[in-house]
């Protein structure tokens, strides 16, 4: 059976201002029905790619497909395919949740019934029906959230671009936008999401891309990723100094902390870990504690951008 074509398709894509180059040959795929994270720091060119996949802007050259269409000579076929969601919300707050949601059926020309049924949908689908009849300038920010993503799903895209959605939110309403999301991917939508939070990423991400001074310079699972960062250690905690000793015995490359009474020692994984059990199992000796430290995706974007992660609400 033949392979789907990808649901966003990037080749040899370049941008310029003048002298400075933003992006610098992206190539890049996302199959239908996943999600992509594009990560990297203030000014790597993420938003950028989102303006350009989304038809607000013309690459300087480079080759784009989106669900199968070119913008170059198809804008209009791009956008009936896509939702955007921008890092800033395009809610009016003059204007009650439903009608906001109405507004947008409006601009998408969807006939009177069919807009009224889409909107009681998505109040529903993203628990804003009790909400519906007041100004949207009283919900909270979480609630503002929703609403813009419900907005950008009035036309029901098949690829969704969303440009670091939840700065700024708390961390409750940041999980309720991920259930959202995950809800969305499962009837098949395609996400590419921008993001500085890289928990986000690792929540919700099938594949992602780290791009940094306009280049891709890594891409994979958030698993294959880790892997490629050196660091993880197991940490062992024991009651007492005598168990202290008696552990390091066996496990003589560990660095002690006798004043913590505890053990640290490099582990690569679940075979390094059965090992190390199995030889203090042999002394008789077991922690009180095992903490087990594997790299994130922090330690990832460390080791690729040279600095750690910093969530700004300045656009990239």
Not at 44 to 59: M, W
Not at 152 to 171: H, I
Not at 293 to 315: I, K, Q, R
């Amino acid at each position: 059976m033949p392979t789907p074509p990808p649901a966003i398709a990037v080749a040899a894509v370049h941008k310029s201002y003048g002298d400075h180059a933003v992006l610098r040959g992206i190539d890049l795929d996302v199959p239908a029905g996943t999600v992509l994270a594009l990560l990297g720091p203030n000014g790597a060119g993420k938003t950028t790619l989102v303006r350009i996949l989304s038809t607000l802007l013309p690459p300087d050259s480079g080759r784009i497909r989106i669900a199968g269409r070119d913008p170059a000579t198809d804008p209009d076929g791009v956008r009936a395919a896509i939702g955007v969601t921008g890092q800033f919300s395009a809610v009016d707050g003059l204007l009650t949740g439903a009608e906001n949601l109405r507004l947008m059926a409006d601009l998408h020309h969807l006939p009177r019934d069919a807009g009224r049924a889409r909107t009681r949908e998505l109040l529903d689908r993203f628990g804003l029906a009790d909400a519906a009849d007041r100004r949207a300038g009283t919900y909270s920010g979480g609630m503002r959230r929703r609403l813009d993503l419900a907005m950008t799903l009035v036309a029901d895209p098949a690829v969704l671009f969303l440009d670091e959605p939840t700065t700024g939110l708390d961390p409750r309403s940041r999980r309720d936008l991920w259930d959202a999301v995950r809800d969305l991917v499962g009837r098949g939508v395609t996400v590419l999401l921008t993001t500085q939070y890289l928990e986000e990423a690792d929540q919700l991400a099938d594949d992602v891309a780290v791009l940094d001074g306009g280049r891709l310079v890594a891409r994979g699972t958030p698993a294959q990723l880790k892997a490629r960062v050196p660091g993880g250690h197991v940490r062992l905690r024991f009651a007492d100094d005598d168990a202290l000793a008696a552990a390091r015995t066996v496990l003589p490359a560990a660095v002690a902390d006798t004043a913590a009474v505890t053990l640290q020692l490099p582990a690569a994984g679940a075979r390094d870990l059965r090992d190390l059990l199995d030889r203090l199992a042999g002394t008789g000796v077991e922690p009180e504690e095992l903490t087990n430290h594997t790299p994130d995706l922090d330690d990832v974007f460390l080791a690729l951008t040279g600095h750690p992660s910093t969530p700004e609400v300045a656009a990239s």
